[in-house]
């Protein structure tokens, strides 16, 4: 779903304008709002955006100051700005910057809306070209012998550590990590030899038996940490990739360190 961001410091402008959104195009944009550049920023640095509808002329760091920080960050991300009829100044350093479009603020919601259906079209078509761009550079750093700085894989491989729980699809793997999602699936291949989803199912089973044998944790607990709704979905992922059901791994592992327990009772007498 594409996201979009709404910055005013005017809470009633922004709201409204999220309100519309949410209400008219529910099924295209996921909405977020900001009342300043910080909040704005921060939303940027935790969410993938993919177009900014923001007011230029904000108390402390304007719109311009927000949009160099997001592009920083987020390059394919469009800007759409709302300006009063005095912002003009502002308006001109702000086409410099090659921004999508600007609007007065009392134009219908119907012309901001169709401003930013066509900021989010460029969006994809910069996202596009960064991917292609990137494979590129990827593809020739090889030929040259260059390894990259940090294999995607090993992107890949931190981001799913760190997301056990949460959703690892492909898709929403390559878009927190700023991928084409056939693209990042290609590329693992290729540097990896095997699947993803592969590596996900035993990156989960490895956690499930370190959390079984390391914790007093419950079986639905540790199902829930590794993003399983349910104690008998995960009870039978586990059994699938273990041979044993959670419970039994546990009880087997008991059994196990109580006999080697024993032995060295047994070797010290």
Not at 7 to 27: M, N, P, T, W, Y
């Amino acid at each position: 779903m594409n996201r979009l961001l709404i910055v005013d410091d005017e809470s009633i402008i922004a709201d409204g304008l999220v309100q519309l959104f949410r209400s008219k195009h529910h099924e295209k944009w996921e909405v977020f709002a900001a009342y300043s550049a910080d909040e704005a920023a921060a939303i940027a640095g935790a969410t993938k955006i993919d177009v900014v509808l923001s007011d230029i002329r904000m108390p402390g760091k304007d719109g311009l100051h927000l949009l160099d920080e997001i592009a920083a960050r987020l390059p394919f991300c469009q800007f759409v700005f709302l300006t009063g009829y005095s912002d003009f100044q502002y308006i001109y350093t702000a086409v410099q910057k090659n921004i999508a479009g600007y609007l007065l603020k009392s134009e219908s919601f119907e012309t901001i809306a169709e401003a930013v259906e066509k900021a989010m079209r460029n969006a994809k078509e910069v996202y596009k070209s960064l991917n292609v761009a990137e494979g590129l550079l990827v593809r020739s750093s090889s030929i040259a012998g260059d390894e990259p700085k940090q294999p995607l894989a090993e992107k890949i491989h931190s981001y799913i550590s760190e997301n056990l729980a949460g959703d690892l699809s492909l898709g929403r793997i390559a878009e927190a990590l700023y991928f084409n999602p056939s693209y990042l699936s290609r590329m693992y291949k290729q540097e990896t030899g095997s699947n993803l989803s592969q590596y996900i199912q035993n990156a989960k089973t490895t956690e499930a038996m370190r959390l079984l044998s390391d914790t007093q944790l419950k079986i639905q607990e540790i199902g829930l940490l590794l993003g399983f709704e349910t104690p008998s979905y995960f009870t039978a992922f586990f059994k699938k990739m273990s041979g044993a059901s959670p419970q039994e791994f546990r009880e087997k592992l008991a059994c196990r360190r109580m006999n080697g327990a024993r032995g060295q009772q047994n070797i010290r007498k």
